[in-house]
């Protein structure tokens, strides 16, 4: 069912302030750039070779992302695994008992169907689930 590590995610304050790093410090290369609209995020996506980097950046301040860095501030927001079937994940987390932020797949960056896993459910991580 789960087929690697597709991307960490990434809260950010502004792409402006945080693109520079991993683009000219670590020379990532330019990332694909994409606004969210259901997320109110601004996504700027990093290719490693072996999974994604993605910085969020809140575009309102209703955005789960503002909430995140108003209380925490800026720093690793999730991580997402890859999944062949994401409706085989959410059977699987529910079937178990567990919660689902997402209980049906919804709209991510790049066209990706994803699912959230309530942090509750796994020890404070949020996890993804991302079907490309
Ligand atoms: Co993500």
Redesign the pocket.
């Known amino acids: 069912m789960i087929t690697g590590i597709d ?1 960490v ?1 990434i809260a950010v304050r502004s792409l402006d302030e945080r693109v520079p790093f991993y683009r000219d410090v670590l020379a990532m290369g330019e990332p694909e750039l994409e606004e969210v609209p259901e997320q109110k995020v601004r996504v700027a996506m990093f290719r490693t070779g072996a999974g994604r980097i ?1 910085l969020l950046e809140p575009t309102d301040p209703e955005s789960p992302i503002a909430k995140f860095i108003e209380k925490n501030g800026e720093g690793i927001h ?1 991580l ?1 695994l890859g999944t062949g079937e994401i409706t085989a994940g959410i059977a699987a987390v529910e079937t178990a008992g567990l919660r689902m932020i997402d209980s049906t797949p919804r709209d ?1 960056a790049e066209g990706a169907q ?1 699912a959230f896993v309530h942090p509750k459910s796994t020890g404070g991580v949020l996890l ?1 689930f ?1 079907r490309r």
Do not use: D, R, T
């Open positions: 991307h995610g993605e999730h997402a991510g994803i993804e991302c």
